[in-house]
């Protein structure tokens, strides 16, 4: 595709279930990064893949976070046991590399809220 | 920790007005700075991005300066348009890891026709 795709858009669940958000990077994109988006601020680093490895999962709030990137291109974030402040959109990027001068192209990211 | 700091936090002007954007970090020791776009319900959008051996970058009617030593950049739109409203977002990168882009909270700006 040409752009960073996410989904689902939205994403309504109830306190205490499980929920899964993919994302789709742009085709040949080495690097990708997820980010959490709460209302009025900017976004927070949640983790960041080179393929498939996990190269800083420093933002990860706690062990209900988990991500995955199996094959190098489609990353999963998947969440346990979700809590009302897990509320937020969640963002997702891509780069070429992981170089200083790379520019990360964002998907539109996915709204997720537990009730 | 580095943190970053966009004042203010909203702003509204009439068409064509040129108006400057404030950024400010505390950490000096950058790899690079962005300014992001961001519209409701999409995605960010990078619009400048600074090398840390850089003083400034323009693309169009847009201007980014950075200034390490004092940890501070601004973000100028000339003649602004309505087109221009949306959030404006400060991001910096550290040493510590390249990859990893500290957030403003953003300036939400409204260009008033």
């Known amino acids: 595709g040409a752009g960073v795709s996410q989904t689902p858009s939205n994403k309504v669940t109830e306190k205490g279930k499980y929920v899964e958000l993919r994302c789709d990077p742009i085709?040949?994109?080495?690097?990708l990064y997820w980010y959490r988006q709460s209302l009025g601020q900017g976004p927070e680093f949640l983790i960041y893949?080179?393929?498939?490895?996990?190269?800083?999962d420093s933002g990860l709030p706690n062990d209900r976070f988990f991500a995955v990137r199996p094959e190098g291109s489609v990353s999963t974030l998947k969440i346990q046991r979700t809590e009302r402040g897990d509320s937020a959109v969640y963002l997702c990027?891509?780069?070429?590399?992981?170089?200083?001068?790379?520019?990360?192209?964002f998907g539109p990211g996915t709204r997720l809220t537990v009730l | 920790k580095q943190e970053v700091t966009q004042i203010p936090a909203a702003l509204s002007v009439p068409e064509g007005e040129n108006l400057v954007l404030n950024c400010s970090f505390t950490?000096?020791?950058?790899?690079?700075l962005q300014w992001f776009r961001q519209d409701p319900g999409k995605g960010l959008t990078s619009l400048l991005l600074?090398?840390?051996?850089?003083r400034e970058q323009t693309s169009g009617r847009l201007n980014a300066s950075l200034d390490k030593s004092s940890g501070r950049s601004t973000l100028y739109i000339a003649a602004s348009q309505p087109g221009d409203s949306a959030t404006y977002l400060c991001?910096?990168?550290?040493?510590?890891?390249?990859?990893?882009?500290?957030f403003g909270s953003g300036t939400r700006l409204s260009i008033r026709p």
């Open positions: 990027a891509s780069s070429l590399t992981s170089g200083e001068t790379d520019t990360q192209y």
């Open positions: 085709s040949g994109h080495t690097a």
């Open positions: 893949f080179q393929g498939t490895g996990a190269a800083d």
């Open positions: 950490d000096s020791a950058i790899y690079n």
């Open positions: 600074i090398q840390s051996s850089q």
């Open positions: 991001a910096v990168s550290g040493y510590s890891s390249a990859s990893k882009i500290i």
